[in-house]
């Protein structure tokens, strides 16, 4: 049974930080490269950050870049989103999902792939 099982949300104040996690099962994890996005009240859900299976190579939306930080632990079947700088409009629900390798991670955040796997989300608020 496959299972993406995301942790580490929760309220925080603006100018702070988060560590999302998220624990991969059920499927080859070293063959599917893994996603975050998230949907913020009354809005679509959009990419925030991709990770390559093989080599690492990352992608972030312009929304993000320089303030969080996708990695993954194979060992561990787990991915996990550092968020720093956190803003109000960093809040939503966020989503954990793979797609199978190889892919190209910038296209993976424009929404350009069909995600083969989804978790059920966690959710960040970011306010005062």
């Known amino acids: 049974q496959v299972q993406l099982v995301e942790s580490g949300g929760g309220l925080v104040e603006p100018g702070g930080s988060l560590r999302l996690s998220c624990q991969a099962s059920?499927?080859?994890?070293?063959?599917?490269?893994m996603a975050w996005f998230r949907q913020a009240p009354g809005k679509e859900r959009e990419g925030v950050s991709c990770?390559?299976?093989?080599?690492?190579?990352?992608s972030y939306s312009r929304s993000v870049e320089g303030r969080f930080t996708i990695s993954r632990d194979n060992a561990k079947n787990t991915v996990y989103l550092q968020m720093d700088s956190l803003k109000p409009e960093d809040t939503g629900v966020y989503y954990c999902a793979a797609v199978h390798a190889p892919s190209v991670p910038s296209l993976v955040v424009g929404g350009y792939y069909a995600m083969r796997y989804w978790g059920n989300g966690t959710l960040v608020a970011v306010s005062s």
């Open positions: 059920g499927f080859t994890f070293d063959f599917h490269d």
């Open positions: 990770i390559s299976s093989s080599d690492g190579r990352t």
